[in-house]
């Protein structure tokens, strides 16, 4: 009943896409070990979606205890897999388990960030290859599907902490990585949007307009979609409210007010209207997980 209400308050949003790790995370699906499966939730959140109208993005993230890289240094469960070939595994059962239910797979979130990643020098070798063995795997079951690279982070490059989401983008294609959609989260609060990169350096929006459409196109791959798989804004914390454009903002503790939240997303999307490359955006997320808690 739960869930069959929140896919009623989606389907009032008009939006016929969801991306989701809710019940489908490779920790829940595989928690045990190699050999387990338990598609139980999995399913629920898939087909109950379905039955109201609504396609999912099967976010393929969250290493379970027995797949993690004994190196990783990121907060579990966030951190890459052991290797490539176990990745892989999973990926391909998760497209053999949903072939006909689910047609767009993202593999892993952000991993351009230390709290998702081993940022060891070698962050993105290891996930262009896991995301080779992964598009290998799940193509193997059915061409049709759609793998999406992982969405990344608007994040500078700071050595042992992250990498600028346009530098790992001309690593990605450096080292040869398959994907159908490039995944990003462009996110841009506390400003607008429009902010240029004269005065928003860090601005992943303009970018990914930019910089990183330009990228695409440089590798042949000017007819290759975006997919925008989180924007969006703090909508609580411990901290202020703040308007557009308010230069005190505190991550982590401030968050935007109604009207800002209302501002970012009419900007998001008169922008999609003449963007003819970026093909979906999700925003993060429907409801908050508790909107009383602001910690969180």
Sequence with gaps: AVI??????????????????????????QATSSESYVWGYADLVVDRALAKGIQTVYLINNVPVWARDPGCIA?????????????ATFCGAVAQH???????????????????????GQATTTYVSNL???????????????????????????????VAPDQWLTDMYALGAKFDAFGMHPYTYPTDPRCPLAQCSWSSW??????????????????KKMWLTEVGAPTCGPGTAHVMNQNTFTYGTDYMGLEAQAQIAQQYIKDLRSLPYVEHMFWYTLVDTDSTDYSD
């Design 132 to 162: 080779n063995a992964c598009y290998d795997a799940i193509k193997a079951v059915n061409s049709n599907n759609i793998i999406i690279s992982a969405g990344l982070s608007p994040a500078n490059t700071v050595f042992g902490s992250s």
């Design 4 to 29: 069959d209400a929140y896919y009623d308050k989606l389907v009032a949003t008009g939006a016929t896409w969801q991306r989701t790790d809710t019940g489908t995370a490779w920790w829940t699906v």
């Design 206 to 223: 303009q970018k990914m307009m930019g910089t990183m459409r330009n990228t695409m196109i440089a590798n042949g791959d000017t007819n």
């Design 98 to 120: 949903f072939d006909g239910r689910v047609t767009a797979y993202e593999v892993r979130n952000e991993p351009n960030l230390s709290t998702y990643s081993y940022l060891n």
């Design 75 to 87: 907060t579990a469960p966030r951190c890459a897999p052991i290797d490539s070939a176990t990745i």
